[in-house]
C-alpha cells in the first residue's frame, strides 16, 4: 500500500478489517480523504497520521480505538472533517484539536472522553456546521459560542454531565436542523425558564430537538407552539416541567377525535390510508427513541388515541407524559427507576402482565410496544379495545386475529375502504391490491406488538422499520 505514493482518497469503510491502524498510511504523502470508519480497527490512533497533512477528512469512527487522541493531529491544518465517533477512546480532547479553523464537521461522540469543553470553542472554530459531542463524561457549562455560528446546522452534547443554564444566542441560528442537550444536568427555574426555546422560533430548518432528563423546573410556555412546523421530534421528558400543554400544539385535535369521526376535514372525509399510516409512523419515531436512543430508557405507559396529537400539518405529536418512567438495566430484565407499584396506563391499552401481575407489574418497552399495537389496530379497525362487545375472552387483537383470517374486508373501517376507491399519490392511483398489502402488514405489525408475553412483542425498533418498508412499498409503483 505504501507503495501507491500518489494516492488521495483511500476508503475502507464499512468492512471487516481488524488489527491496528496501520503506522505506514503516513507515507501516503498526497492523501487528503482517509476513511476507515465502521471496521475492526483496535490499539490506538497512530501518532504518525499527523504526517498527513494534506488531509481534509480523516474518520475513523466505529471501531474500537482506545487510548488518548493523540494531540499531533493538531497538525492537520487543512482538516475539514474529523469522526473519531464510537470508539473507547480516553482523556481529554487535545486543545491542539480546538486551534484546526479549518473543521466543518467535529465529532468524538460515544467515547468515553472527560475534561470541560472550552467555553471560546465557537470563535476558535469558526467553520464548524456539525459539532458532536454527546455520550461522553464531558463536564462544564454549554460552550456559549457555539451559539454564535450562525451558520451552525447540527449541535449533539447530550448524555454527559454538563450542568448550568442554558446559554443566550440560540436566535442566531437560522440553519440549525438538530439541537441535542438531552441527559445531562441542565438548570432553569421560575416561569420563563424555557424562554431559550423561543428564540428557535428563528430555526425554521429544526428537525430534532431533545432537552429531555435535565433539571429543568419551568412552566411550559404557550410560545413554543410557534416553533418550525417541520420539527417532528422534540423531546421535553424527564424533567419537571409543569403547566398545561400549550394550546398552539396539536390544532387538529386528538388522533381520538379523528377515529371516533368528531374530526373531519374540510370536505367531510375521514383520514385515508396513508394518511394514517404516517400518523403511525410519528408515533413509532417517537417511542423508538424514548426506547432506544436514551441512555436510560423512557416508557411512556399510556399510549392511547386521546394521548396523540395532530397539528396543523397533520403530523403526530406524543403527548401526556405524567405516567412515563425512565428504566435502568439490572442485568437481563429492565427495571423502573420508579419503585410505586401501581397499574399504570388507560383501560383497553394496558399489557395483560400489568393486569395479571399488576399490583405490581413494573412498566417496561414491551409495555409500550403493546399499547403502541392495540392503538394501531384501533386505527385500522375504527374498533374501540373498550367496545361493548369485547370481553375477556375476546379482545380487539383476538377478534382482528380470527376474522382477518377469515375474511380481512371485515376488520377493516369501512371508511377506509370507500376512501380507498379514491386514494392517490402524486397523481399516480394506488390500486386495490397495494393497498390491502398494506393494510395487511399493518395488522400483522398490531398483532405482533400485542403478543400475550412481553418477549414474544416486536419492539418498537422493529415496529418502526416495518411501517416504514410498508409504505415505501405502498408508494414504489405509484
Given amino acids: 500500500m505504501t507503495r501507491l505514493t500518489k494516492l488521495e482518497v483511500l476508503d475502507f469503510m464499512s468492512n471487516r478489517i481488524t488489527g491496528e491502524v496501520p503506522k505506514e498510511l503516513s507515507l501516503l504523502a498526497k492523501l487528503e480523504v482517509l476513511k476507515l470508519v465502521r471496521n475492526a480497527f483496535h490499539e490506538k490512533i497512530p501518532q504518525s497520521l499527523a504526517n498527513l497533512t494534506s488531509l481534509t477528512v480523516l474518520n475513523l469512527g466505529t471501531n474500537s480505538l482506545n487510548g488518548a487522541i493523540p494531540s499531533e493531529l493538531g497538525r492537520l491544518r487543512k482538516l475539514v472533517e474529523l469522526d473519531l465517533s464510537v470508539n473507547n477512546l480516553t482523556s481529554h480532547v487535545p ?81 440549525l436542523q438538530m439541537y441535542i442537550i438531552g441527559q445531562n444536568n441542565i438548570v432553569s427555574f421560575g416561569e420563563d425558564g424555557l424562554s431559550f426555546l423561543t428564540s428557535l422560533t428563528n430555526s425554521t430548518k429544526l428537525t430534532y430537538l431533545a432537552i429531555d432528563s435535565n433539571l429543568l423546573e419551568v412552566v411550559i410556555l404557550e410560545s413554543i407552539g410557534n416553533l418550525s412546523k417541520a420539527l417532528p421530534q422534540f423531546y421535553m421528558g424527564g424533567n419537571r416541567i409543569y403547566g398545561k400543554i400549550p394550546s398552539s400544539i396539536g390544532r387538529n385535535g386528538s388522533l381520538e377525535d379523528w377515529i371516533r369521526g368528531q374530526r373531519r376535514k374540510a370536505n367531510g372525509s375521514a383520514l385515508n390510508r396513508l394518511e394514517r399510516l404516517n400518523l403511525a409512523i410519528d408515533v413509532a419515531y417517537t417511542l423508538d427513541y424514548m426506547h432506544h436512543d436514551c441512555a436510560v430508557p423512557v416508557v411512556h405507559c399510556d399510549i392511547k388515541p386521546s394521548n396523540i396529537l395532530l397539528e396543523e400539518d397533520m403530523t403526530a405529536k406524543v403527548g401526556d407524559f405524567g405516567l412515563a418512567r425512565m428504566l435502568m438495566v439490572n442485568t437481563d430484565a429492565q427495571t423502573s427507576i420508579s419503585s410505586a407499584h401501581v397499574l399504570k396506563g388507560s383501560v383497553g391499552y394496558i399489557p395483560p402482565g400489568y393486569i395479571l401481575y399488576g399490583l405490581g407489574e413494573k412498566p417496561s418497552t414491551a409495555g409500550d410496544a403493546y399499547s403502541f399495537g392495540v392503538m394501531l389496530l384501533e386505527l385500522f379497525t375504527g374498533m374501540s379495545p373498550t367496545h361493548e362487545s369485547f370481553t375477556v375472552e375476546l379482545n380487539l387483537q383476538r377478534w382482528v386475529q380470527l376474522s382477518f383470517q377469515e375474511n380481512s374486508v371485515k376488520v377493516i373501517d369501512s371508511e377506509l375502504l370507500q376512501l380507498g376507491e379514491a386514494l392517490y399519490h402524486q397523481g399516480h392511483h394506488l390500486s386495490r391490491k397495494l393497498q390491502f398489502d398494506c393494510l395487511a402488514t399493518v395488522i400483522e405489525i398490531g398483532l405482533a406488538c400485542t403478543a400475550s408475553f412481553p418477549n414474544e412483542r416486536m419492539n418498537m425498533r422493529n415496529a418502526l422499520h416495518k411501517l416504514k418498508a410498508a409504505k415505501n412499498d405502498l408508494l414504489k409503483h405509484s
Avoid at 163 to 171: D, N, R
Fill in 95 to 175: 486543545p491542539s484539536l480546538y486551534n484546526v479553523s479549518s473543521l466543518v464537521k467535529f465529532s468524538v461522540g460515544s467515547n468515553k472522553l472527560s475534561g470541560e469543553i472550552p467555553y471560546d470553542v465557537g470563535h476558535q472554530l469558526p467553520n464548524l456546521l456539525v459539532f458532536i459531542f454527546c455520550v461522553n463524561r464531558f463536564t462544564g457549562r454549554i460552550p456559549g459560542s457555539l451559539h454564535n455560528l450562525t451558520r451552525i446546522q447540527v449541535i449533539r452534547i447530550s448524555h454527559n454531565f454538563l450542568v448550568g443554564p442554558v446559554q443566550p444566542g440560540l436566535g442566531n441560528l437560522p440553519s
